[in-house]
């Protein structure tokens, strides 16, 4: 194939963010998952366990290990959700809530960089084009399992 696929260029794409992210985040014995999950994360209310994974697009299995992690590191502890008592509530430590500022830093110096040097216009088409890919794979609009 002469040109790359769009797939591909989605993969390379987001396997690159995703280095960088991390070595950003190696600077302060993180990665990118813990700060993800640090921005998640209600910094004054806390957040249910169960809207974690969803809101952050992990798995349950990948997120329990990252939030024992977290855990261990000092970063966030676990409380019993008082409107549900069955449920568990993630809350930010101090030392978290300084890790969350920095990971939000992260965030925040990519997504500037990227505006300097990608038009308005092209940000916005290429905004349309990621929500077109998320529609179409929704809606099962790519493969359709009764084919």
């Known amino acids: ?5 769009i797939d591909y260029m989605l993969r390379s794409t987001w396997m690159n ?21 640090l921005i998640s994360i209600d910094p004054e209310e806390g957040t249910p366990s169960t809207a974690l994974g969803p ?9 329990s290990r990252t939030l024992k ?7 966030i502890e676990r409380k019993r959700n008082p409107e549900d008592g069955r449920g568990v509530l993630i ?13 939000k830093g992260v965030v925040l110096g990519f997504d500037e960089a990227v505006q300097k040097n990608v ?10 084009v990621a929500n077109t890919i998320n529609e179409l794979i929704n809606s099962k609009k790519i493969y359709d399992s009764e084919k």
């Open 1 to 5: 194939m002469k040109e790359k696929t």
């Open 17 to 37: 963010v995703t280095k960088m992210y991390n070595e950003e985040a190696g600077k302060k014995g993180s990665t990118m998952a813990t700060g993800f999950a």
């Open 55 to 63: 809101k952050m697009g992990m798995e349950a299995t990948s997120l």
């Open 69 to 75: 992690t977290m855990e261990q590191k000092g970063l």
């Open 91 to 103: 809350h930010l430590t101090p030392f978290g809530k300084e890790m969350r500022e920095f990971s």
């Open 119 to 128: 038009s308005e216009e092209e940000l916005h088409t290429f905004r349309k």
